[in-house]
Nanobody, 124 residues
């Protein structure tokens, strides 16, 4: 069992930055690929980014490529999402997720553990 807790969400103006954190407890964090997903009001949850268990590989959704950066610190059992150049369309609840495999995927069904989410609101 893995417990995930997101933090760092909030209200920011367009063009600003936020850094989200996802703290993990339970099983060995370094065994899991991790991902960030988001759900905007009235929309389906969508893939944002994923990082491999070792941290050596990351993939991004097209809408955030070049603006968001995922990273992880396995010694601290924590994953991060640095979000720059934020846009109003980035407004959503952001969820972190853990996959019991070395590499991540954009398919949310393949992630076994999920956090409760943190709200990010970008004002225009």
């Amino acid at each position: 069992q893995v417990q995930l807790v997101e933090s760092g969400g909030g209200l920011v103006q367009a063009g600003g930055s936020l850094r989200l954190s996802c703290a993990a407890s339970g099983r060995t964090f370094s065994n899991y690929a991790m991902g960030w997903f988001r759900r905007a009001p009235g929309k389906e949850r969508e893939f944002v980014t994923t990082i491999s268990a070792s941290g050596g590989r990351a993939d991004y959704g097209n809408s955030v490529k070049g603006r968001f950066t995922i990273s992880r610190d396995n010694a601290k059992n924590t994953m991060y999402l640095q979000m720059n150049s934020l846009k109003p369309e980035d407004t959503a609840v952001y969820y972190c997720a853990a996959r019991v495999m070395p590499y991540g995927t954009l398919n949310e069904a393949s992630y076994r553990y999920w956090g409760q989410g943190t709200q990010v609101t970008v004002s225009s």
